[in-house]
């Protein structure tokens, strides 16, 4: 069991509960010690003092703050406390809020908070499921080895979390901070704009955190490991160079060929570059659903194999002609099919899963058969989830 870091009250209105925080993260780096060249021999980082040269305990080293030069005033740790004796021992959130309203640059660092006994139990599920079915996080200050803190206090996979914020003082304006943003004279036409979509949709996929692992980390283990054996050294991967602005149209086309959407064969008008990718009917506007049609299509568009397909492939399909369908979608790629499903305009594909994908095509072929034989009901074709 790991050790809490800190142990307090959490408070909100006359409702208190005792809590203990725990690191939510922790590090992975790899860790070197410092040696001197040459030798085995360790080189340690010593607290000296300046004028005698002599090493200095930790328990003899306090605060000051200069106030002039060579003046000090001198703080102890217990001073610090007593200038904020509730604080240093409390959570009291103040207010609720939407986080959706509170940008990300705002979050610095995640703890865990637990309840410190048993029987704290209650009033500890108490917050926990009110802040769940509220939606909100509740906002408070607290204080911690002599730093106050802004925190965010919201509910996750059935726990409390205390989210330590940046205030508003401590976020820096980038248009201060960047010498070189671009202004309102860069121009990006809606060819080049529709697209830089169609490739943010064809790379687009469900988010899952243990697809990501730190491979800097492994190389460093593989580095030391060839070193150890005598083995030659990898060569360093070329970085990636910096895109052309002219060749930006080519660079966008060979981008979408290697995501899996076949170039156009044909060549493009005055000004043009050759090579373009084929712009579909759907995507002759660039694509910008909204954000509430991707929450919709997030809450809706469960998989077939949940037994039910996205909504809308159907009916966007119906009354034109379709692309040719094979009786067995399951042997093309993802990309192939998100292709086949531009040229129907289904809705809300680039949020589709691969089996989502295939069970909106079957039931675009299904609806637009039905069409044919004026008004034979169409059939719903759904293909389980692999």
Do not use: C
Request: no cysteine; charged share 25%; aromatic share 6%.
């Amino acid at each position: 069991m790991a050790r809490p870091i800190w142990s307090g009250i959490l408070s909100f209105g006359l409702v208190s509960v005792p809590v203990s925080l725990y690191a939510a993260t922790e590090d992975h780096t790899v860790h070197f010690r410092q040696i001197q060249r040459g030798t085995s021999d360790r080189v340690r980082n010593l607290r000296v003092n300046e004028r005698t040269g002599e090493e200095v305990a930790f328990g003899d080293i306090v605060k000051g703050f200069e106030t002039a030069e060579g003046e000090y005033v001198v703080v102890e740790p217990e001073e610090l406390d007593q200038i904020s004796p509730g604080r240093s021992k409390t959570i009291e959130i103040t207010g609720f809020v939407d986080l959706e309203q509170v940008e990300p640059i705002f979050f610095d660092k995640t703890y865990y908070l637990g309840p410190k006994g048993k029987e704290y139990g209650k009033v500890y599920t108490l917050l926990q499921r009110a802040l769940e079915q509220a939606n909100r996080a509740g906002i408070a200050m607290f204080s911690m080895r002599g730093k106050e803190y802004l925190t965010a206090v919201r509910a996750e996979n059935g726990i409390l979390t205390a989210h330590t914020m940046h205030f508003a003082d401590e976020v820096r304006d980038p248009h201060r901070e960047i010498g070189n943003l671009p202004t309102g004279d860069a121009v990006v036409s809606d060819r080049e704009l529709g697209m830089a979509e169609q490739l943010i949709e064809m790379l687009a996929v469900d988010w899952n955190p243990d697809d990501y692992h730190d491979t800097f980390e492994q190389k460093v283990h593989d580095l030391i490991a060839a070193k150890q054996s005598g083995q030659d050294v990898a060569a360093p991967e070329a970085a990636p160079k910096p895109s052309n602005v002219i060749d930006l149209m080519d660079i966008l086309s060979r981008s979408l060929e290697s995501a899996g959407r076949p170039a156009d064969s044909g060549k493009a008008g005055k000004g043009g570059t050759s090579g373009a990718p084929a712009r579909s009917t759907a995507s002759a506007e660039p694509t910008r659903p909204a954000a509430a049609s991707r929450s919709k299509a997030a809450a809706g568009g469960r998989s077939s194999a949940g037994g039910k397909a996205p909504a809308g492939g159907a009916k966007s399909a119906a009354g034109k002609a379709p692309a040719a369908v094979p009786e067995d979608l399951s042997a093309l790629t993802k990309a192939e099919l998100y292709r086949r499903a531009g040229e129907l305009e289904i809705p809300h594909r680039s949020t589709m899963t691969r089996d989502q994908l295939q069970a909106a095509l079957e039931e675009a072929a299904a609806v637009a058969e039905g069409t044919e034989r004026k008004g034979a009901k169409p059939r719903r074709h759904l293909r389980a989830a692999s």
